[in-house]
């Protein structure tokens, strides 16, 4: 696997940002961008993919439990379009159903607060979707 994978958790408010290190084994989350400056958040995502010197990255796609695209799974679509435009590596959309979910959960049982779990919330369902995508890679390339 060439260089991190960075994933993202898109939101209208917030987008989180995690990143594997280059050999695929860690998932651990590394930003928060405000999702109401997309501009901002394209630009921000261009500099931690230079940054982490990442080979791919991955948008979290909200579809609903039926597999249908709703409102947000199209602007999650909307929002991998405008990186691809804007970077030179593969963009992909992963199937994302209930990793927001499974982190709210993860941070209710650490003990956060729901100020501290909103703070932490989409990083750390950006990494649950990293460390998923990973895994399944994994197994993929193994005999």
Not at 8 to 26: C, H, K, M, Q
Not at 41 to 63: F, M, N, Q, S, W
Not at 64 to 69: L, P, Q
Not at 79 to 98: M, Q, T
């Amino acid at each position: 696997m060439p260089g991190a994978v960075l994933a993202i958790d898109y939101g209208r408010r917030r987008i989180g940002v995690a990143a594997s290190d280059p050999l695929g084994i860690t998932a651990q989350g590394i930003a928060t961008l405000d999702g109401r400056d997309r501009p901002g958040a394209i630009e921000a995502i261009a500099t931690l993919v230079a940054e982490r010197e990442a080979g791919r990255v991955l948008v979290g796609h909200p579809l609903s439990m039926d597999g249908t695209a709703g409102p947000m799974a199209r602007e999650a679509e909307a929002f991998a379009a405008s990186l691809r435009a804007r970077l030179a590596i593969p963009v992909e959309l992963v199937d994302e159903r209930l990793s927001s979910f499974a982190a709210d959960q993860a941070l209710r049982e650490a003990g956060l607060s729901r100020r501290e779990r909103a703070a932490r919330e989409d990083q750390v369902a950006a990494a649950l979707l990293l460390r998923a995508w990973l895994d399944t890679t994994q197994r993929e390339q193994d005999p």
